[in-house]
């Protein structure tokens, strides 16, 4: 007993009737019941099952709710179908992706400028990311003649859309502004613009100065 601590200080929780060694130690510490939230007989052991539904427990709850406790929904961005084959290598074809063509921006100068990323779930960008799945495939369409990447997987929702959108500005586009392939999904400059804190020290995104758009095609 710790030090300091007395008797009456100490309340045991007696639910089945205590085995006789132990009763004869509650005789000295105060010992209450929770009939409504403990079972107050043993289980059976004639190989049947005990249901849970004949506890005083189950019986209080559904005389106060009324009915039993709805099933839990599982949120549909929680679990997806395994991929068939996560090493999986394609020719990708017109016929299979996304017929989409977005539109592009322009500044005066000419150079492209992405568009604003919708807000995205970062859990379900996280849950993408080992998929490895084709960008283009699923947001745009793929024009590799051998792709490498993912495009035998469950079409994706709107909220998976968005994450994915988030995930392919990761990569930057290798002709940065200069850049005029409508299918392409990667980065064309810095999210971040002039708010970068890596500007002038080597960031991985191209930074264009100007961002005002001229021209949509």
């Known amino acids: 007993m710790p030090s300091g601590t007395t008797d009456a200080q100490i309340s045991l929780i007696e639910s089945i009737p205590f085995p ?33 539904l004949t506890s005083p427990w189950r019986a209080s709850y559904a005389s106060t709710a009324g009915q039993p406790p709805a099933p839990t929904l599982t949120s549909p961005t929680t679990a997806r179908p395994p991929l068939p084959n996560p090493q999986h290598s394609r020719s990708s074809s017109s016929d299979d992706s996304p017929t989409c063509a977005p539109r592009m921006s322009f500044n005066r100068s000419g150079q492209r400028i992405d568009e604003r990323l919708p807000p995205y779930n970062p859990d379900v960008k996280d849950r993408l990311q080992p998929l490895r799945l084709c960008n283009r495939h699923f947001l745009t369409r793929c024009t590799f003649p051998k792709c490498g990447n993912e495009h035998d997987y469950p079409p994706l929702n709107a909220e998976e859309k968005a994450a994915l959108r988030g995930l392919a500005r990761s990569s930057a586009c290798p002709r940065e502004a200069n850049c005029d ?37």
Request: with cysteine; proline share 4%.
């Open 20 to 52: 006789a060694k132990f009763k004869d130690l509650s005789v000295h510490f105060k010992t209450v019941q929770f009939p409504d939230l403990f079972r107050t007989t043993k289980l059976p052991n004639d190989g049947q099952q005990a249901s849970l």
């Open 181 to 217: 392939d409508r299918y392409c999904v990667a980065a064309h400059q810095c999210k971040f613009g002039d708010r970068c804190w890596n500007v002038g020290r080597g960031c991985y995104y191209p930074h264009v100065a100007d961002r005002a758009i001229v021209e949509v095609r």
